[in-house]
Protein backbone atom coordinates (compact mmCIF):
# COMPACT_ATOMS: atom_id res chain seq x y z
CA UNK A 1 0.00 0.00 0.00
CA UNK A 2 1.16 3.26 -0.86
CA UNK A 3 0.35 6.09 1.86
CA UNK A 4 -0.50 9.39 -0.49
CA UNK A 5 0.00 12.96 1.10
CA UNK A 6 -2.37 15.51 -0.01
CA UNK A 7 -0.77 18.99 0.46
CA UNK A 8 -3.12 21.68 1.54
CA UNK A 9 -1.93 26.05 1.48
CA UNK A 10 -3.13 27.50 3.94
CA UNK A 11 -5.07 30.76 2.58
CA UNK A 12 -3.02 34.11 2.80
CA UNK A 13 -3.66 36.12 5.79
CA UNK A 14 -5.07 39.29 5.22
CA UNK A 15 -4.27 41.90 7.15
CA UNK A 16 -6.46 44.59 7.40
CA UNK A 17 -5.24 47.87 6.49
CA UNK A 18 -5.86 50.92 9.25
CA UNK A 19 -8.74 53.20 8.43
CA UNK A 20 -7.66 57.24 7.35
CA UNK A 21 -8.35 59.29 10.52
CA UNK A 22 -8.93 62.88 9.09
CA UNK A 23 -9.30 63.95 12.51
CA UNK A 24 -6.26 62.63 14.12
CA UNK A 25 -4.26 63.97 11.18
CA UNK A 26 -5.80 67.62 11.17
CA UNK A 27 -5.25 67.26 15.02
CA UNK A 28 -1.69 66.50 14.40
CA UNK A 29 -1.08 69.34 11.82
CA UNK A 30 -2.84 72.19 14.04
CA UNK A 31 -0.34 70.39 17.00
CA UNK A 32 2.68 70.87 14.81
CA UNK A 33 1.49 74.45 13.87
CA UNK A 34 0.61 75.78 17.16
CA UNK A 35 4.26 74.51 18.59
CA UNK A 36 5.58 76.25 15.85
CA UNK A 37 3.72 79.93 16.46
CA UNK A 38 6.59 82.59 16.01
CA UNK A 39 7.54 84.45 19.30
CA UNK A 40 9.09 87.84 19.78
CA UNK A 41 12.50 88.79 21.31
CA UNK A 42 11.43 89.70 24.30
CA UNK A 43 8.69 88.44 26.48
CA UNK A 44 7.46 92.13 26.65
CA UNK A 45 6.88 92.77 23.52
CA UNK A 46 3.71 91.16 21.99
CA UNK A 47 4.69 92.06 18.40
CA UNK A 48 6.56 90.37 15.91
CA UNK A 49 9.45 92.82 13.89
CA UNK A 50 7.40 92.51 10.79
CA UNK A 51 3.77 93.44 12.76
CA UNK A 52 6.09 96.37 14.10
CA UNK A 53 7.44 97.48 10.75
CA UNK A 54 3.75 96.91 8.86
CA UNK A 55 2.42 99.46 11.44
CA UNK A 56 5.03 102.08 11.58
CA UNK A 57 4.76 102.28 7.78
CA UNK A 58 0.38 102.19 7.93
CA UNK A 59 0.31 98.78 6.19
CA UNK A 60 -3.35 97.46 7.21
CA UNK A 61 -3.14 94.63 10.00
CA UNK A 62 -3.26 91.24 8.80
CA UNK A 63 -6.65 89.39 8.61
CA UNK A 64 -6.87 86.86 11.29
CA UNK A 65 -7.38 82.99 10.04
CA UNK A 66 -10.09 81.23 12.19
CA UNK A 67 -9.06 77.99 13.83
CA UNK A 68 -9.71 75.10 11.03
CA UNK A 69 -12.74 73.34 11.94
CA UNK A 70 -12.52 69.57 11.94
CA UNK A 71 -14.16 66.98 9.37
CA UNK A 72 -17.87 65.71 10.69
CA UNK A 73 -18.23 62.07 10.93
CA UNK A 74 -19.62 61.59 7.21
CA UNK A 75 -16.18 63.33 6.03
CA UNK A 76 -13.89 60.68 7.92
CA UNK A 77 -16.15 58.04 5.78
CA UNK A 78 -15.75 59.62 2.56
CA UNK A 79 -12.22 59.44 0.74
CA UNK A 80 -10.04 62.33 1.47
CA UNK A 81 -10.74 63.59 -2.10
CA UNK A 82 -13.46 64.85 -0.83
CA UNK A 83 -11.75 67.70 0.84
CA UNK A 84 -10.71 69.42 -2.20
CA UNK A 85 -13.95 70.39 -3.30
CA UNK A 86 -14.51 73.80 -2.99
CA UNK A 87 -16.97 74.28 -0.28
CA UNK A 88 -14.92 71.77 2.31
CA UNK A 89 -11.85 73.54 1.49
CA UNK A 90 -13.57 76.88 2.01
CA UNK A 91 -15.15 75.85 5.25
CA UNK A 92 -11.73 74.36 6.87
CA UNK A 93 -10.12 77.83 5.89
CA UNK A 94 -6.83 78.00 4.04
CA UNK A 95 -3.90 77.54 5.88
CA UNK A 96 -0.72 79.15 4.57
CA UNK A 97 2.43 77.43 5.70
CA UNK A 98 6.39 78.02 5.09
CA UNK A 99 8.12 75.48 2.82
CA UNK A 100 9.82 73.82 6.36
CA UNK A 101 6.32 73.55 7.48
CA UNK A 102 5.16 71.69 4.37
CA UNK A 103 7.68 69.25 4.07
CA UNK A 104 7.42 68.66 7.92
CA UNK A 105 3.93 68.04 7.75
CA UNK A 106 4.83 65.66 4.40
CA UNK A 107 6.69 63.46 7.06
CA UNK A 108 4.35 63.38 9.48
CA UNK A 109 1.67 62.34 7.10
CA UNK A 110 3.91 59.84 6.20
CA UNK A 111 4.98 58.79 9.85
CA UNK A 112 1.62 58.41 10.84
CA UNK A 113 0.01 56.66 7.92
CA UNK A 114 2.46 55.30 6.69
CA UNK A 115 4.53 54.74 3.42
CA UNK A 116 3.71 53.04 0.38
CA UNK A 117 5.60 53.16 -2.87
CA UNK A 118 4.48 52.74 -6.85
CA UNK A 119 0.88 54.99 -5.92
CA UNK A 120 -0.35 58.24 -3.94
CA UNK A 121 -2.10 56.66 -1.64
CA UNK A 122 -3.59 53.37 -0.85
CA UNK A 123 -7.18 53.46 0.29
CA UNK A 124 -6.26 53.16 4.03
CA UNK A 125 -3.89 56.56 3.70
CA UNK A 126 -0.57 55.19 3.64
CA UNK A 127 1.44 57.37 0.86
CA UNK A 128 4.60 58.26 -0.98
CA UNK A 129 6.06 61.88 -0.47
CA UNK A 130 3.90 63.32 -3.49
CA UNK A 131 0.77 61.49 -2.01
CA UNK A 132 1.19 63.14 1.61
CA UNK A 133 2.24 66.47 -0.45
CA UNK A 134 -1.48 66.19 -2.32
CA UNK A 135 -3.47 65.47 1.25
CA UNK A 136 -2.05 68.42 2.38
CA UNK A 137 -2.53 70.15 -0.84
CA UNK A 138 -6.14 69.12 -0.80
CA UNK A 139 -6.71 70.06 3.25
CA UNK A 140 -5.79 73.71 1.49
CA UNK A 141 -2.65 73.64 4.30
CA UNK A 142 -0.65 75.72 1.66
CA UNK A 143 -0.74 75.73 -2.24
CA UNK A 144 0.79 74.57 -5.48
CA UNK A 145 3.88 77.33 -4.84
CA UNK A 146 4.59 76.09 -1.46
CA UNK A 147 4.22 72.26 -3.10
CA UNK A 148 6.51 72.95 -5.91
CA UNK A 149 9.18 74.68 -3.86
CA UNK A 150 9.17 71.94 -1.43
CA UNK A 151 9.40 69.71 -4.78
CA UNK A 152 12.55 71.49 -5.66
CA UNK A 153 14.33 71.37 -2.51
CA UNK A 154 14.28 67.52 -2.04
CA UNK A 155 15.53 67.70 -5.61
CA UNK A 156 18.38 69.66 -4.19
CA UNK A 157 19.04 67.72 -1.86
CA UNK A 158 19.08 64.25 -3.54
CA UNK A 159 21.23 66.44 -6.33
CA UNK A 160 23.88 67.37 -3.56
CA UNK A 161 24.31 63.24 -2.66
CA UNK A 162 25.12 62.47 -6.11
CA UNK A 163 21.69 61.17 -7.23
CA UNK A 164 19.15 62.49 -10.55
CA UNK A 165 16.27 60.26 -10.37
CA UNK A 166 13.38 62.40 -9.49
CA UNK A 167 12.40 62.60 -5.77
CA UNK A 168 9.15 60.46 -6.54
CA UNK A 169 11.09 57.73 -8.53
CA UNK A 170 13.89 57.42 -5.77
CA UNK A 171 10.33 57.17 -3.68
CA UNK A 172 9.72 54.23 -5.67
CA UNK A 173 12.99 52.35 -5.84
CA UNK A 174 12.67 48.77 -4.46
CA UNK A 175 15.35 49.25 -2.18
CA UNK A 176 13.94 52.10 -0.34
CA UNK A 177 12.82 51.80 2.96
CA UNK A 178 10.23 54.63 4.99
CA UNK A 179 12.94 55.68 7.11
CA UNK A 180 15.35 56.88 4.43
CA UNK A 181 12.26 58.19 3.17
CA UNK A 182 11.24 60.00 6.59
CA UNK A 183 15.05 61.20 6.68
CA UNK A 184 14.93 62.81 3.26
CA UNK A 185 12.05 65.03 3.55
CA UNK A 186 13.22 65.83 7.12
CA UNK A 187 16.77 66.61 5.47
CA UNK A 188 15.00 69.11 2.73
CA UNK A 189 12.94 70.75 5.71
CA UNK A 190 15.65 72.00 7.49
CA UNK A 191 17.81 72.82 4.16
CA UNK A 192 17.29 76.29 2.50
CA UNK A 193 17.39 76.87 -1.01
CA UNK A 194 19.84 79.45 -2.51
CA UNK A 195 17.47 79.80 -5.04
Do not use: F
Not at 21 to 41: C, K, S, V
Not at 170 to 194: C, G, K, S, Y
Request: net charge positive.
Amino acid sequence: MSATTTRTTPPPLTVAEPVLDIDGMLRDIEQYLAARTRTTAHPLVTKTTQQLIDEALGAPAPVATPAMELPGRLLRLLPDWVLSVPAVRHRHGNRPVTVTEHLELTALVIERYGWTQGKHRTRSGRACILGAQAVLLRLSIGDENTVDRAGQRLQAVLRSRGCTLAYHRWNDMPDRTAAEVIALVRTAARTETTR
